[in-house]
C-alpha cells in the first residue's frame, strides 16, 4: 500500500515536472507562478524521501525543507546539506557492495557471468526504486548485513566455491606470469611487478596531486572519503569473517603471497582459510575510482600479500596512522583508520600528514647519526661487517687486478689452444744492434743541395712503388734460399771429406786513406756536421821521441841540461870538422891545380876582411864624405872654416867639461 | 618529359629508366629539375615494392656524377696576378690538358677578369674533381712548377700550406731579409736540401711561403723552415731534418 501511495505521489510529480517543461522557450522570461510550483514539487519530494530515510543515516538534521519567505540560495543549501550526506551514503554502499566478495563481477565462466549479472540485475534494481532501504540495510551495524544480502540474493554456493578457486588459480598464474622475467628476478621478488606497482603509485600520486591543487572545493573530497569508507568496509569484512588469528598462529602465508615454487601448495591452504578469514587488508590506497573494474580485484589479491615497497612520503600515511590493535597492524600492513578519520577535511589531513613528517625529521635531525655521517669511522665504532652493505666509492692510484672469473679463464683457454692450434707462439726473436759507422750513416742520408730532377708526382710514384714492389723482392728470395741450401749441404759433405781442421787466411791489413782535415775544408762551407774530433791521432800527428816526454826549460834537471849542452857540442864539432875538412879538399883541389883560381868568392872576402877588423889588426879606410868634390871656391872656404870652428869647439868643450867635472865632484862631496 | 631526362643516366641504369617510363604512361608527373633526383629514388623505391615483396629498405642504386651535382654546373674562379701571366701563357698546354682530359672539366682564362675558370659538365664522373682542379690551377699560380701541382691532381692527401715569415717571429726590415735569405740559401741550396729530404715542393715569395706535400711532410719542412727563420745555422736544421726523416721512413 505504501509502496502504492509513493508511486502514485511520484508519478503525480513527474507528470507536473513534465508539463512545465514542455515549452521550454518559456524560460526565457521570468515565470513567478512556475517557480512556486517546482519550489512546491522539490518541498514534497524532499519531505517523503526525509520520511523514508532510514534513522541511523547521517543526512541532514532538516526534516522538513523549508521554503516559505526562504531566498533560492537558502533552499540550495538546504538541499545541498542533504544531498552530500546521502550520496556520501551510496558511496560507502556502493564500494561495499563492489568489494564483498560474495558478489564479485570477475566473469571465469559463462555461469559466474549469468550469476553475476543476476546479481548486478538485483542490485540494480534494487537502488533504482528502493534507494532508501538499501543505504537503511548498509548502514546497520554487525554480520547481519551480508547475511541479508546474501538471503536476498540467489546464490550458488558450490558456484561461489568454483569462482574462488578459480580465481586463486589465475592469480596464481598472474603472479607467475606478471610480465617479462628479468635479470635480478628471485623466488621472492619480481621486477616487472614492482614495476608494476610503481605505475601505479605514480598514477595515484597524480590524481592525488591533482586533487590538491583543487581548491574550490568547499567540501572534503570524495576520494579521502572513499577511501576511508573503503577501509571501514574493509575492516567490517574483517570482524564479519571473526577469524582472526592470534599472534601465535601466524604464519608466513599469512603475511605474503605463496613463493613461487610452493605456490600450489598455498593456493590449496589458502583456499580453505579464504572462505573463513579474508587474509590480509587490502591497500586502499590502491583503489582507485577508476580501477574499480575487474582487474582491481585482482590485483588486490595480487598485492594483499606480497613484499611491499615503503616508499616514503606518499599517502600511506594515511593508511599507517591507525594504532592496530592486530598483528597484522603491526607488522606493517596497511590498517584502516577509524571511523572517526572518515570525516577528516582534507586539509586536516595534509596538516597531520606534515606534522608527522616534521616530528620524524625533527627526531632525526636531533637524534644520534648514523655511523655513517658521523665522521671518521673505524671497525671498533661501526657494527660487524656493515662495510660490506656499504657502497663505497673512492679512487685507486694503480689499476686494479684483472678479476678472474670462470670467463676470462676460459677465455684465455681458447686463446691459447688456438694459439697452439696455429702454431703462432709469441717468441723471443734475438734483436741484432746494426752496427753502422758513421761513414757509412752519412753516406745513407746525404743531403742533396741541389733541385731534385723529378717531379713531386714522381717523387711519390717511386715511393709508391718502393712499397708495393718489397712483396714481389721477396717473392724472388725462396730461389735463393735453395740454392744456398742446397750448397750448404754439398759443403759441408765436402768438407767431412776434406779437413775439418780449417785454418783462416791470415788477416790482411786494411789500408784506409784518411786524411787530417777537418771535415769542414773537405765539404761545403756549410758543414754536414760540426765534428770537431780529427781524423788522425796525436800519434799520428807527430812521432813520439825516443826520449820520452818533452821537457820545458824549468822542468829540466841538471842532468838533463848537461845533456843537452853535451849534445849541442857535438853537434857543433861535428859541423866543424866537416866545414874543414870540405875546405882542405878544397885547397888540396885547388893545389892540384896550380894556382889558377885566385879568385875567391864575395863570401870569403867578406869574411877576411871582418876577421882582420875584428882582430884590430887593420884598419879600414872609410870615405867619410869629407873628399867630396868641392866646386866652387867659396864652398871650400866655408867647409874649411866650418872645420876649424869645430876643432876649436871641441876643444874648448872638453875643458869645460874637465872644470864641470871637477865642480860636479866638489858639489856631491859637499852634499854628503 | 620522362624519358629526356632518363636518356642521360640510361647507360648507368637501364633498368630504372624502363619502369619509370611505364610509370609514365600511368599518370602524367610535372617534372621539375629540383625534384629531379628525388623523383629518381621514388622510382626506385616503388620499384623495389613492386618486384620483392618483403623488403623493409629502400634500396637506391649508386648515383652518377652529375646526378650529384643535382643538375646545376659549379664554376670555380682562381685569380691570376700579372706577375704569373706569362708562366701561365707558357705552361697553358700542360696545365688544361690533365683537366680536360683526366678530370673532365671544362677550363679557360678570362681574359676581362684575369680569372681562370672551371666548370663542371655533364661528363664529368666525380665532383671532387672540380676540386682538386681548382687546387692545381692555384698551386701553379702560387709560383709551383706545373709537373709538381700535377701531382694533386694524381695524389689524394696532398696540401697546399702558406705563411708569412712574419707569422713566426716579427722580424722588420733587414731581420726580415736575413731571415728569407737563410731559408734560401746560397743559390737556394737550403730550399732545395729541404725539399729534397722532406719530399715536398717548396715556393718562397717574398714573405710568403708556400710549401706543397702530404701532410707529415709538411709538417717537417714547416718546422725546417721556423727554425731557420728563428736564427738556428742550416747546418743545425739539416741534421734535425734529416733524424726526423729518417725516422719517419723506419716507421713505415
Known sequence: MATEDVRAMLEDCANKLNIKTRHTENFLELQDDVAADFTLLTKVLYDFHKGQEPGDCKSSPLEQLVVEDFDEEQIWQELELQNTAVLRHFETVVNDIISDDALTILEEEKDEDNIDEEMAEDIGEEEEEEPHKKPKKQCEDGEGDFTDEDSDLDFDVDALEKREKLRKRAVGKASKAAGVPSEVDDKFFKLSEMESFLDDMDKQEGKEGVEDIDYFQDLPSDDDDDLDLDEDVSFKKQKKHGALKSSRNLKYKDFFDAVEGESGKADHQSEDEDDSMDGMQEDPEEEDEDDEDEDTIKEKEMRQKKVTFNLSGEEESEGEESEGEDIEDILGKKEPNSEKSAYKSSFEKRQEKMKEKIQELEKSALGEKPWQLSGEATAQTRPENSMLEEDVQFDQASRLAPAVTEETTLLLEDIIKQRIKDQVFDDVVRKNKPKEDAFEYKKRLTLDHEKSKLSLAQVYEKEYLKMTQEKTDEVEKPAHVEIQKLMDTLFLKLDALSNFHFTPKPPVPEVKVVSNLPSIAMEEVAPVSASDATLLAPEEVKEKSQAGDVLGDTEKTSTDKKRERRKKKTVKRIKIKEKERRQKEKEATQATRGGENKKQTKAEVAQNLQKITKGGKAKILKDEGKDKAVRSSQAFFSQLQDQVKSQIKSVKDQALKKKKKLKEVSVGKLKL | ?252
Open chain 2, 1 to 252: 618529359m620522362d624519358t629526356d631526362n632518363n636518356s642521360a643516366p640510361q647507360i648507368t641504369f637501364p633498368d630504372v629508366s624502363e619502369s619509370a617510363t611505364e610509370d609514365a604512361t600511368d599518370f602524367v608527373q610535372v617534372k621539375s629539375k629540383k625534384s629531379h633526383k628525388r623523383k629518381r629514388e621514388q622510382d626506385g623505391v616503388g620499384m623495389e615494392a613492386e618486384d620483392s615483396v618483403a623488403i623493409k629498405r629502400p634500396q637506391f642504386p649508386p648515383i652518377s656524377g652529375d646526378q650529384l651535382k643535382g643538375g646545376v654546373d659549379e664554376l670555380r674562379k682562381i685569380p691570376v696576378p700579372p706577375h704569373r701571366y706569362t708562366p701561365l701563357k707558357e705552361n697553358w698546354m700542360k696545365i688544361f690538358t690533365p683537366i680536360v682530359e683526366n678530370l673532365q672539366l671544362q677550363v679557360r682564362f678570362n681574359l676581362k677578369s684575369r680569372n681562370v675558370e672551371i666548370k663542371t659538365c655533364k661528363e664529368t664522373q666525380d665532383i671532387a674533381s672540380l676540386t682538386r682542379a681548382a687546387d692545381f690551377v692555384k698551386a701553379f699560380i702560387l709560383g709551383f712548377q706545373v709537373e709538381d701541382a700535377l701531382a694533386l691532381i694524381r695524389l689524394d692527401e696532398l696540401f697546399l700550406e702558406s705563411f708569412m715569415v712574419t707569422d713566426v717571429k716579427p722580424l722588420k726590415g733587414d731581420h726580415l731579409s736575413r731571415a728569407i735569405g737563410r731559408i734560401a740559401g746560397k743559390g737556394g741550396k737550403t730550399r732545395f736540401t729541404i725539399e729534397n729530404v722532406t719530399k715536398t715542393r717548396i715556393v718562397l715569395a717574398d714573405q710568403k711561403v708556400h710549401i706543397l706535400g702530404s701532410f707529415q711532410n709538411i709538417k717537417m719542412a714547416r718546422t725546417a723552415i721556423c727554425n731557420l727563420i728563428l736564427g738556428s745555422p742550416p747546418s743545425k736544421v739539416y741534421g734535425n731534418i734529416r733524424a726526423v726523416a729518417s725516422r719517419s721512413a723506419d716507421r713505415f
